[in-house]
C-alpha cells in the first residue's frame, strides 16, 4: 500500500531554532506538495515541484522557509529561524502529472515555544 | 478562484445515505469539482472529482447540477469511519493548487 511518509510526525522546539521536515512520496509521483494547517487559516498551500523542480511557491514565507527536493524520493522544507506563528500541522502531497489527485502524507505536528 | 459555499456541519446515522450539498456558483466552465475529506488528526484524502456528468467510485457518487453551480456528494451508507471535514474544491483544468475552505464537518451517530 503505497503511501507518503513524513517525518518526525511531531517537533517541538524553541523559537530561533531551525527546523527541518521530510518528506518521502509515493514512489513514482512526479509531482510534490506543502501545506500547512492551522486553526485561525486553515489549509493553505506553500509550494510545489514537479520533477524536483520549483513550480510555485507563492504561499511560503520567503524570508525564513525554504524548500527543497535533493532527490525524487525527499522533499524538505526548513524553517530558519522558527517562530511561535509557525506553529501548525504541515503536510506533504505528491501527485502523478497530469493530476487528477493528491495523496497526503500524516503530517508533520510542528510546536515553536 | 470560484468560491465556494458548504454547512459548517451535519449529521447522519450510520448506514443511513448522506447528502453534502457545495455551492459554487462562480464556477467556471473548465473547473472541476473536486471532493476530499479529512479525518480526525489525518491528512487530507481524495474522495471523487467531476466536471459536468455524475461520477461514481468505491467511495461516493457525485451529483452535479444541469448549470455547475452546485454539486451533492453522496455517501451511500454512512459508516463510523466517515466521521470527518468535507471539502469542495472546484478546481481549472490543468491546475494543481487545491484551495481549501473550511468544509462541512459530518458527524455519524451509532
Known amino acids: 500500500d503505497a503511501r507518503v511518509t513524513q517525518t518526525p510526525r511531531h517537533k517541538v522546539t524553541e523559537m530561533g531554532q531551525e527546523v527541518t521536515m521530510r518528506c518521502q512520496p509515493i514512489?513514482?509521483?512526479?509531482?510534490v506538495f506543502w501545506y500547512r494547517q492551522t486553526m485561525m487559516q486553515g489549509l493553505e498551500l506553500l509550494a510545489y515541484f514537479r520533477n524536483r523542480a520549483p513550480l510555485d511557491d507563492s504561499g511560503m514565507p520567503k524570508d525564513r522557509f525554504s524548500a527543497e527536493m535533493p532527490d525524487a524520493t525527499l522533499a524538505t522544507l526548513k524553517i530558519q529561524p522558527s517562530e511561535p506563528r509557525d506553529s501548525a500541522v504541515y503536510f506533504c502531497?505528491?501527485?502523478?502529472?497530469?493530476?487528477?489527485?493528491?495523496?497526503f502524507g500524516p503530517g508533520t505536528r510542528l510546536t515553536v515555544t | 478562484d470560484a468560491k465556494t459555499t458548504q454547512p459548517n456541519s451535519m449529521e447522519s446515522n450510520e448506514e443511513e445515505p448522506v447528502h453534502l450539498p457545495c455551492n459554487h456558483s462562480?464556477?467556471?466552465?473548465?473547473?472541476?469539482i473536486h471532493w476530499y475529506r479529512q479525518l480526525p488528526s489525518q491528512g487530507p484524502e481524495y474522495v471523487i472529482h467531476g466536471l459536468t456528468s455524475n461520477v461514481n467510485n468505491r467511495m461516493a457518487s457525485l451529483a452535479i447540477a444541469e448549470d455547475r453551480k452546485s454539486s451533492t456528494l453522496i455517501l451511500h451508507r454512512a459508516t463510523l469511519r466517515d466521521a470527518a471535514v468535507y471539502y469542495c474544491?472546484?478546481?481549472?483544468?490543468?491546475?494543481?493548487?487545491?484551495?481549501f475552505g473550511k468544509g462541512t464537518k459530518l458527524t455519524v451517530n451509532p
Open positions: 502531497a505528491s501527485g502523478l502529472y497530469p493530476l487528477s489527485e493528491q495523496y
Open positions: 474544491i472546484p478546481l481549472q483544468g490543468g491546475s494543481e493548487k487545491l484551495v
Open positions: 462562480t464556477i467556471s466552465g473548465t473547473d472541476y
Open positions: 514512489l513514482g509521483h512526479n509531482t
